[in-house]
């Protein structure tokens, strides 16, 4: 078991002695919050956010029937409880935590393969300093097969960013699937399928010239350094 006190606490604020919640606390809250005040639990969100989506329904309707005299009450409720707007879109506590397992091996994935190519650079720049580059191929074709990793940490990155904020496009107001548009299904396939055969064809360039100057091999030079033509 390895542990790294306080790491995660610099991590998520910037702070040695700052309270991380964790799953159950941020359904049952009841900690502390950075400004003092008392995290409340997954269910008082809930309420709070209903009364928030409602009120913002009330005003709708008053404003388009004329009914000035009861904006003022409406938007009152309705700022009260705005901090919780998004949690009244939810049906149960498990749809306020993201994914915990996929996080979890994907960061992993994320952060060995950092340190891979850490370590990966450090060899290469040795063997280069010494001069004897080309003259260890094992490690000229292990960086070449560890080129694929970096596309893979990339990855492994995304998902921890997108699915880790999970459900909220926006914290706490919008959760994702309050966060549709009006676009048709075949307007995003259209624009998917695009930007895939784009991409697709920036790749096999990519890889056409990359394969065509393995092929063709280091420079050669003469005694005084000069490349050979």
Request: proline share 4%; charged share 25%.
């Amino acid at each position: 078991k390895i542990e790294l006190p306080k790491l995660l606490s610099i991590m998520g604020y910037r702070q040695l002695n700052a309270f991380v919640p964790g799953i159950k606390d941020i359904i049952e809250g009841g900690y502390t919050l950075q400004d003092g005040t008392t995290a409340l639990s997954f269910e008082e969100k809930k309420k709070r956010g209903e009364k928030a989506i409602e009120a913002l329904a009330s005003y709708q309707i008053a404003k388009d029937e004329g009914r000035d005299d009861e904006l003022a009450g409406f938007e009152s409720t309705l700022q009260e409880n705005f901090d919780y707007f998004g949690y009244g879109y939810l049906d149960s506590p498990e749809q306020s935590i993201p994914n915990v397992p996929l996080l979890f091996y994907t960061f992993r994935v994320m952060v060995a393969i950092g340190f891979y190519y850490i370590l990966l650079f450090g060899i290469v720049w040795y063997f280069d300093r010494k001069k004897t580059l080309f003259d260890n191929k094992w490690i000229l074709h292990v960086a070449l097969w560890s080129l694929p990793l970096a596309y893979l940490a990339g990855q492994a990155g995304w998902i921890v960013s997108e699915v880790g904020r999970q459900p909220w496009a926006i914290q706490d107001i919008l959760p994702v699937q309050a966060a549709i548009s009006s676009l048709e299904v075949s307007s995003v396939i259209t624009t998917f399928s695009l930007f895939l055969i784009m991409f697709t064809l920036l790749l096999i360039a990519e890889v056409r010239i990359m394969v065509k100057q393995i092929k063709k091999g280091p420079e050669e030079k003469d005694e005084d350094n000069k490349p050979v033509y």
